[in-house]
């Protein structure tokens, strides 16, 4: 009773202060009609407020996500469907569930004469701006008494989880050689004479072993070439995603980390859809998903979802200790690397097994007067990384993904063309 009273709306409590009014007047006047007509006014919106308390009237309802993963920057519904209980009928019913700001604007509906025991389906769209494990709701009803007088809230359902995963761009063809399980250009492999097993050579390097120099191809490519001894598969690749904060610039859905995260999510289900064995690895080897080759909703999901929840790191530098890709081919997502973060991720890795980088130009999505000074220390990695004999491709701010995935491809051997049609 004392919970409808204190929900008497702004007319209730008008013609609550009216009927008393009337009430003195009919003291002062000695007018028992308009007594009368005061206890009336007094006595209607107590009555509506008692009967409010008394009837139970309850609204039910359920919400469904449609779908409950959706894309940054894709469309997705969230439908609420809606039944009364109880014995007084209900007037209007003002409802508002609670969304981030990253869904879209927060949703209200009015809902008038909403029918007994038959469900009402209410319908508002989402487009996520930003991934991450979003939270929808609650939903609460204000619902009103037919008269108007009174008014309560109610809590009809608590929070649903929303996927939001990061977009993911369509890639063509492969690394030249991928999937030999070796850092060298597979597709050179000779017939060295009837018998003889395949060989896979690269050209000399300072301080390879002269008892490896394959002198028929030597003879034949007029340049010394060296054998390499292939490391047995290990059946798969691993994608290693650098998220440290200080490594990345630029805030929401246009700083470098979310480029990253969503290059690494392209990467990832294209070579799972072409048979490889992927690990998604952190910075510092910590897995984040590990699916099977052969790709599929359930594989890709694996990998999406984990991404969904990633959240910057804290370390400023790279500290691993061992080799993250544990002697797989590795692609590496990197932003912002020290000499001494480069050396850390090159210094376990076994030589000849294929390693890649897309190095992001972090400082450039900052736009302030120290990128360019800060440009050159992308420069300075990439340079080491190349002298350890990794294959690197340097991305800035607005570099289509499908062309920094087609240069990368090309890295091990430039100007040889990709292998592996479209996915």
Known sequence: MWRSLSGLTTRGRCLLAAGVAAAVCSAVLNERDLLRVAVFVIALPLFVALLASASRVRIRATRTLLPDRVAVGGHGEVQLDLWRGGRLPAGDVLLEDGIPYTLGSRPRFVVERLPHHRSVALRYPVQPSLR???????LRATITDPFGLCEFEQELIGHSRLVVVPRVTRLWGLPIGAGIGAGDDGSIRLH????????VVRQYRQGDDMRKVHWRSTAHRDEIMVRVEERPWRGGTTV?????G??????????????A?????????HLGRAGHRVRLVSEHGRVLADTPGGGGPSHDNIVLDALAALQPAHERDITTGFDPAQGQELIAVLGTVSAESVHELTKYRPRGTR?????LDAPAWAGDGGAEHRGSTTEESATLLRAAGWGVVIAAP????THVWGELCGTIAPGASLIGGPA
């Open 132 to 138: 991450g494990i979003q939270q929808v709701g609650p």
């Open 240 to 244: 290693l995603l650098d998220h440290r």
């Open 355 to 359: 390693s890649l980088a897309v190095l």
């Open 192 to 199: 060295a004479g009837q018998g003889e097993t395949d060989v």
């Open 246 to 259: 200080a490594a990345h610039h630029g805030t929401g859905s246009t700083a470098s980390l979310e480029w």
């Open 261 to 269: 995260v969503e290059f690494a999510a392209s990467v990832c289900l």
């Open 398 to 401: 607005g570099s289509p993904m």
